[in-house]
Nanobody, 126 residues
Framework: QVQLLESGGGSVQAGESLRLSCAAS????????VGWFRQVPGKEREGVAA????????YYSESVKGRFAVSQGNDKNTFYLQMNALKPENNAVYYC???????????????????WGQGTQVTVSS
C-alpha cells in the first residue's frame, strides 16, 4: 500500500505561482510513475503532468506545457508540481497519484493509476 498526501494549494491571483507537494509513504519502492491530475465539478479527472521515478522522464498536457514543471525531491518520496503563470481556468482540485505497474504512454490517464491522494484545492482569481 502507498499513502499520498498533497499540500500547497491555495488562492492566488492570475499570473502568480504555486508549488504543490505530494508526500508518498508506505511501500513506495515499487513505484513506477507519479502523475498529477486535476478535477473540476462535473468533469472527468484530467492528467496534467507525470514523472517517472528517478526523475528523468516527464510528461505534460498541452494546456500546461511551458508553465508547469514536475520534479522529484532528493528524498525520492516527495514530488512537486510547480505551477507558474496560473490562469482562472486552472481552478481545480489537484491530485497526485502513483502507479507501480505497467502504464500507457503518455502516462496521463487517471484510470491507469492505483494510489491517490486526497487532493488540494487551487483557486486562481482574475
Amino acid at each position: 500500500q502507498v499513502q499520498l498526501l498533497e499540500s500547497g494549494g491555495g488562492s492566488v491571483q492570475a499570473g502568480e505561482s504555486l508549488r504543490l507537494s505530494c508526500a508518498a509513504s508506505g511501500n513506495t519502492a515499487a513505484s513506477v510513475v507519479v502523475g498529477w491530475f486535476r478535477q473540476v465539478p462535473g468533469k472527468e479527472r484530467e492528467g496534467v503532468a507525470a514523472i517517472y521515478t528517478g526523475g528523468r522522464l516527464t510528461y505534460y498536457s498541452e494546456s500546461v506545457k511551458g508553465r508547469f514543471a514536475v520534479s522529484q525531491g532528493n528524498d525520492k518520496n516527495t514530488f512537486y508540481l510547480q505551477m507558474n503563470a496560473l490562469k482562472p481556468e486552472n481552478n481545480a482540485v489537484y491530485y497526485c497519484a502513483i502507479e507501480q505497474g505497467a502504464i500507457g504512454e503518455p502516462p496521463l490517464q487517471a484510470d491507469e493509476y492505483t494510489y491517490w491522494g486526497q487532493g488540494t484545492q487551487v483557486t486562481v482569481s482574475s
